[in-house]
């Protein structure tokens, strides 16, 4: 079977809450987000078929599956196991607002490790048990999307590819990553953050005003 991971779309920043931050989309992470469904069309076809999209339980992931799922015609069904390693954090800055206002956290994370707070191994264990669920319940002919996040989508290449550290590709925003589980146990990892279909509206590539 085909696991097709997407990242979310841009949120916004949420840095003060009394709860977990859980952003909605920027307006440019919702136009982000209606690129996906024509690329994600394209998996299905002769024998193969889109069997499922299930997304993280954060806004950010599920709100990026919608347009997805609703060209599909499917179900967006939340697993609580794709939530990324800061669901219980009160705050969240994306990437692009870390590099330039929390250089120290852009840092760490570009070095490849999670942040320091966060159980790494306990988060490790809970995004794998959950994709072994998704493919356990698989045809072998079945493409399951997942909109997930970097963090998500790192841990499992660490696993697939025996990587030293956590977090090391650059994830963009609705890039696709596609991992290939074979009926014998192998796992491919296919490609890795593909993004032209968002190319010119991921934050580094607009326009300098
Ligand atoms: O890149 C990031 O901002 C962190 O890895 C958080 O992950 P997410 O933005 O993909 O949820």
């Keep these: 079977m085909q696991l097709v991971l997407v990242r979310h779309a841009q949120p916004g920043r949420v840095l003060t809450t009394s709860g977990p931050a859980d952003p909605e989309l920027t307006e440019l992470g919702v136009e982000q987000a209606r690129r996906v469904p024509a690329v994600i069309a394209r998996f299905a076809g002769g024998?193969?078929?889109?069997?499922?999209?299930?997304?993280?339980?954060?806004?950010?992931?599920?709100?990026?599956?919608?347009?997805t799922a609703e060209k599909l015609g499917l179900p967006v069904e939340v697993l609580d196991g794709?939530?990324?390693?800061?669901?219980?954090?009160?705050?969240?800055?994306?990437?692009?607002?870390?590099?330039?206002?929390?250089?120290?956290?852009?840092?760490?994370?570009k070095a490849g490790h999670l942040p320091e707070q966060i159980d790494g191994p306990?988060?490790?264990?809970?995004?794998?048990?959950?994709?072994?669920?998704?493919?356990?319940?698989?045809?072998?002919?079945?493409t399951?999307?997942?909109?997930?996040?970097?963090?998500?989508i790192n841990v499992l290449l660490q696993?697939?590819?025996?990587?030293?550290?956590?977090?090391?590709?650059?994830?963009?925003?609705?890039?696709?990553?596609r991992v290939l589980f074979s009926r014998s146990g192998t796992r491919t990892a296919a490609t890795v953050n593909e993004n032209s279909h968002v190319w010119e509206l991921l934050p580094r590539n607009l326009p300098v005003d």
Excluded at 159 to 177: E, K, M
């Design 47 to 67: 024998e193969h078929r889109i069997a499922r999209v299930v997304s993280s339980p954060q806004r950010r992931a599920r709100d990026t599956a919608a347009p």
């Design 82 to 109: 794709l939530a990324e390693y800061d669901r219980d954090l009160p705050a969240y800055i994306p990437i692009e607002d870390a590099k330039r206002d929390f250089r120290a956290t852009y840092d760490r994370i």
């Design 122 to 142: 306990a988060f490790v264990a809970r995004v794998l048990g959950t994709i072994a669920d998704i493919v356990a319940a698989a045809e072998p002919a079945d």
């Design 144 to 152: 399951v999307v997942a909109f997930a996040h970097g963090g998500v």
């Design 159 to 177: 696993d697939v590819l025996g990587l030293q550290r956590p977090l090391t590709f650059p994830i963009d925003y609705c890039s696709i990553t």
